[in-house]
């Protein structure tokens, strides 16, 4: 196995120490491979040291200015801190570069969110749902895009896609209880409502839900 595949596995079993050490050696032995700095850099956000991070990201754009995955790393670590403008601009330097990834659309659908554009979040989000469709999480946050867009109906259509692939987000049934008392079927939504419970019996704004319909 090649080292830095190494290294990646380790990060991937969660041996954080042992990935680190095999980085560090990579980038010891070749100072000009962009992709150990990154690498490195990965271990050192999943860590939580995220300046350091941000650091080892921009090495690796010096040595390779056209390395996208260097410029989503960042994008990841910006939106992490909440520096949405440096985030998004990380993320779209990354789709410049070629990064035509679910992940990398979805981060700018939320870099979006977290600006309260959701308008503007949703090109980024269908984007993503249309390379993975399987990403239940995006297609709730898409839901979340449209519903405040007043695009009820494909709002709907996208929380059902959700659970269809995550049967237990309980964000999802409570956001189609709304979408359903909206639409005035109000049986429906307190199915929802009651869904959104069962799966986590805190949930407050469901209790809320039921208490508005009644049920």
Known sequence: METNQLGI???????????????????????????????????????????????????????DPEMAAAYYSAGTVYFEQDELESAKAMFEEALAKGLESSDNYFMLGMVYIGMEKPVLAIPFLQ????????????????????????????????????IELDPEHADAYYNLGVAYGFKEQEEKALEMFNKALEIQPDHQLALMGKQIIGG
């Open 127 to 162: 984007r993503a749902v249309e390379l993975n469709g399987e990403d239940a999480e995006a297609l709730f946050q898409l839901g979340l895009c449209l519903a405040q867009g007043q695009y009820l109906d494909e709002a709907t259509e996208k929380f059902l896609s959700c």
């Open 9 to 63: 596995k380790y990060m991937q079993e969660g041996k954080w120490e042992e990935a680190a050490k095999i980085f560090m050696e990579e980038i010891e032995k070749d100072p000009g491979n962009a992709v150990s700095y990154v690498n490195f850099g990965n271990v050192l956000s999943a860590l939580g040291d995220l300046d350091r991070a941000i650091t080892f990201y921009k090495k690796a754009m010096e040595i």
